[in-house]
C-alpha cells in the first residue's frame, strides 16, 4: 500500500512455496524499516554444518543421502526459476525425524537465467574458480561447483579450499579413503571448466548417487596415496 517492493527474497521463498525440500515460511512481516520472515523451528533437527562438526565427517551413505535429497530440491528450484547462490552446509537442515533435508536462507538467490551473472553474495569458500578470475559465471554449473564442495565437506569434514587464492589452482586433498566413485564425482564437479562439470540431472545418474549400494559398502578409513585425476587447467 506504501509503494514499498518487497524483497527478492520473499518472491522466491513465494516461488518455491509448493517444494517440499525447501523449508517453507509461516510468514511475512513488513515493519517500518525492514520486512521480516517467520520461518519454522524443526523440533528435533540440526543445521547440516552442526552435525558435521559433532561428527567430524559423515559416512557415504548418510552423505548420498543428503546429496540426493539437495539435487531433488534445486532441480525443482529450477523449475520454478530460482537460483539458491549459497548451497552450503549452514543452509541445509536435518529433520532427524524422517532423515529429510531442507534448504533455507536465499538471500542470496536469484532469478534462474542462462546468461552470466555478475555479482555474488554467496560463501567465498564456495564460489567457482569463473567467479574469482573474471567475476562472472553461469548459475547451474556455479551451483555444481558448490555441490562438489558440500560433497567434500560432508565426507572429509572441511572444506577443500580454505582461500579464495587456492581455488582454481590446486585439486581437492583428500584425508579419508573414500570409494573411487565418490572421488569421482567431487572431482567432476569440482572441473575448472564450467562445460567440463556434469548437470544435476547428470548427478543424479552418476553412480555413487545412482546405486545406494556403492555408498553403503564405502570405505572408512586413512587415504591411499594415488593421484586423483584433477584438472586444473581445465
Known amino acids: 500500500p506504501n509503494g514499498r517492493r518487497i524483497p527478492l527474497e520473499f518472491l522466491l521463498l513465494h516461488k518455491c512455496r509448493y517444494i517440499s525440500g525447501v523449508l517453507q515460511p509461516i510468514s511475512f512481516h513488513e515493519g517500518l524499516t525492514r520486512w521480516a520472515i517467520v520461518m519454522p523451528k ?3 533437527g540440526v543445521e547440516l554444518f552442526k552435525l558435521v562438526s559433532h561428527r567430524g565427517f559423515l559416512l557415504e551413505f548418510e552423505a548420498r543421502s543428503f546429496m540426493k535429497q539437495l539435487i531433488e530440491t534445486l532441480l525443482a528450484c529450477h523449475k520454478v526459476g530460482v537460483l539458491h547462490r549459497d548451497v552450503k552446509e549452514e543452509n541445509l537442515l536435518i529433520d532427524f525425524r524422517n532423515k529429510s533435508l531442507k534448504l533455507i536462507d536465499f538471500g542470496s538467490g536469484a532469478i534462474l537465467k542462462e546468461g552470466p551473472y555478475t555479482d555474488f553474495d554467496g560463501t567465498r569458500v564456495y564460489s567457482p574458480p569463473e567467479w574469482i578470475r573474471w567475476q562472472r559465471y553461469r548459475g547451474k554449473p556455479a551451483e555444481v561447483w558448490s555441490l562438489g564442495i558440500l560433497l567434500f565437506s ?3 569434514g572441511d572444506v577443500p579450499f580454505k582461500r579464495e587464492s587456492q581455488i582454481g589452482v590446486t585439486g581437492p586433498r583428500f584425508d579419508r ?3 573411487r566413485q565418490c572421488r569421482q564425482l567431487i572431482l567432476a564437479c569440482l572441473q575448472i571448466e564450467p562445460n567440463r562439470r556434469p548437470s544435476l540431472k547428470e548427478m543424479l545418474r552418476h553412480p555413487w548417487i545412482a546405486d545406494p549400494s556403492i555408498s553403503a ?3 572408512s578409513a586413512l587415504p591411499d596415496r594415488e593421484e586423483d585425476d584433477y584438472d586444473s587447467d581445465g
Do not use: G, T
Open 42 to 44: 524443526l523440533e528435533k
Open 177 to 179: 579413503l573414500l570409494s
Open 154 to 156: 560432508m565426507v572429509c
Open 217 to 219: 559398502n564405502a570405505p
